[in-house]
T-cell receptor, first 113, second 114 residues
Framework: AQSVSQHNHHVILSEAASLELGCNYSYGGTVNLFWYVQYPGQHLQLLLKYFSGDPLVKGIKGFEAEFIKSKFSFNLRKPSVQWSDTAEYFC???????????WGLGTSLAVNP | KAGVTQTPRYLIKTRGQQVTLSCSPISGHRSVSWYQQTPGQGLQFLFE???????NKGNFPGRFSGRQFSNSRSEMNVSTLELGDSALYLC?????????????FGPGTRLTVL
């Protein structure tokens, strides 16, 4: 069965620090990969996605993620976080044309000003 | 375009009751998926509807059901509510244009079962 694991459940950073959130999935076939963000009191928003092509994808608000097929990973990065990045971050995967998303449990990020 | 809308936003029910939640997708989107979000289990897929047909189903009991109307609007129903059904129920729509597409989420319906 497909599964997604996010290694960090809670991360606390100071402003301007660099961020890397880990995401690994288990599925042997073609996958589509997503990072969503949920700001306090707001609904889930898409940060970035990977379907095919360049494994380094850029998203909104300066976020990027790298798909490493050999490691089944899709880690999220941002070189310098801001207080406004405080949110919950979710990694999600679906297989091929199947729209059923499998989710990691999320990482709660707190950025101190 | 207006985003995905869900009604009601908050709901309080008692055990044994049934509840119906509604979702209106983004205009032009033909697929609607439902997810349950809880602190312990995270986000779990309930089902997906496309062209009024259930295309995918998650591992939830038969008390959870849904349907989609010809205008792509969707409803989900939970019968015989249990305390463990307390959760945020999220609806997501996608355009279904190229097979691989992105899901856009609504604000959710917060269901509390007492």
């Amino acid at each position: 069965a497909q599964s997604v694991s996010q290694h960090n459940h809670h991360v606390i950073l100071s402003e301007a620090a660099s961020l890397e959130l880990g995401c690994n999935y288990s599925y042997g076939g073609t996958v589509n990969l997503f990072w969503y963000v949920q700001y306090p009191g707001q609904h889930l928003q898409l940060l970035l996605k990977y379907f095919s092509g360049d494994p380094l994808v850029k998203g909104i608000k300066g976020f990027e993620a790298e798909f490493i097929k050999s490691k089944f990973s899709f880690n999220l990065r941002k070189p310098s976080v801001q207080w406004s990045d405080t949110a919950e971050y979710f990694c999600a995967v679906n297989a091929g044309n199947n729209r059923k998303l499998i989710w990691g449990l999320g990482t709660s990020l707190a950025v101190n000003p | 375009k207006a985003g995905v809308t869900q009604t009601p936003r908050y709901l309080i029910k008692t055990r044994g009751q049934q509840v119906t939640l509604s979702c209106s997708p983004i205009s032009g989107h033909r697929s609607v998926s439902w997810y349950q979000q809880t602190p312990g289990q995270g986000l779990q897929f309930l089902f997906e509807y496309f062209s009024e047909t259930q295309r995918n189903k998650g591992n939830f009991p038969g008390r959870f059901s849904g349907r989609q109307f010809s205008n792509s609007r969707s409803e989900m129903n939970v019968s015989t509510l249990e305390l463990g059904d307390s959760a945020l129920y999220l609806c997501a729509s996608s355009p279904v244009e190229k097979g691989r597409d992105t899901q856009y989420f609504g604000p959710g319906t917060r269901l509390t079962v007492l």
